[in-house]
């Protein structure tokens, strides 16, 4: 079974950078069928799809946030990462890290979700 | 750009069908999928594809889909269903992801 874990502070300030971490467990971390994904919920609002990241490091971002949003990849400790700079209040969000499997387009594993706020 | 609609809430009687929608342009040319959020636990995929269900889900949900609408039916609805659901495709004119706004559903 494929595990999802993510990673990292749960208060940003506001204009710095907020970094997630996620770690997987089970199943095949570089394989050609998955990307590796992050999505978020804002508070009272819906899903959001912030980018994905294929194992070669190659990158895909939701044209909203592109401007500040880069992913990257560590295949030997099985992890994947989101920074996310310049945040504002409107980051404030429960964030996921989620495995996609490639051309069928969809979400097959989550992890538990992390909250992160942001606040001075 | 694109979106995706869903009613905002719903309910059913316990052991009654209901049928959540999900609809935008996007649909016309992908599959939608569906995502079932319960709070405290990670989101679950329980639909995806033509009208396919993951291991595990049980066989009362099902899904469908017509011209620019998806749809995704629960037969027999019980109360682990209660829940919020949201639809998702890939809109292939700009290849950006799409999530519906989210049913709430209320089994009651």
């Known amino acids: 079974q494929v595990q999802l874990q993510e990673s990292g502070p749960g208060l940003v300030e506001p204009s710095e950078t907020l970094s997630l971490t996620c770690t997987v467990s089970?199943?095949?971390?570089?394989?050609?069928?998955?990307?590796w994904a992050w999505i978020r919920q804002s508070p009272g609002k819906g899903l959001e799809w912030i980018g994905s990241?294929?194992?070669?490091?190659?990158?895909s971002y939701n044209p909203s946030l592109r401007s500040r949003v880069t992913m990257s990849i560590d295949t030997s400790k099985k992890q994947f990462s989101l920074h996310l700079s310049s945040v504002t209040a409107a980051d404030t969000a429960i964030y996921y890290c989620?495995?996609?499997?490639?051309?069928?387009?969809?979400?097959?594993?989550w992890g538990q979700g992390t909250r992160v706020a942001v606040s001075s | 750009s694109s979106e995706l609609t869903q009613d905002p809430a719903v309910s059913v009687a316990l052991g009654q069908t209901v049928r959540l929608t999900c609809q935008g342009d996007s649909l016309r040319n992908n599959y939608a999928s569906w995502y079932q959020l319960r709070p405290g636990q990670a989101p679950l995929l329980v639909m995806y594809g033509e009208n396919n269900r993951p291991s595990g889900i049980p066989d009362r949900f099902s899904g469908s889909a017509s011209g620019n609408t998806a749809s995704l039916t629960i037969t027999g609805a019980q109360a682990e269903d209660d829940a919020d659901y949201y639809c998702h495709s890939r809109d292939s004119r700009d290849n950006q992801y799409l999530f519906g706004t989210g049913t709430q559903v209320t089994v009651l």
């Open positions: 989620v495995r996609e499997v490639e051309l069928m387009y969809y979400f097959d594993f």
């Open positions: 089970g199943g095949s971390f570089s394989s050609i069928i998955y990307y």
């Open positions: 990241v294929f194992y070669s490091g190659t990158a």
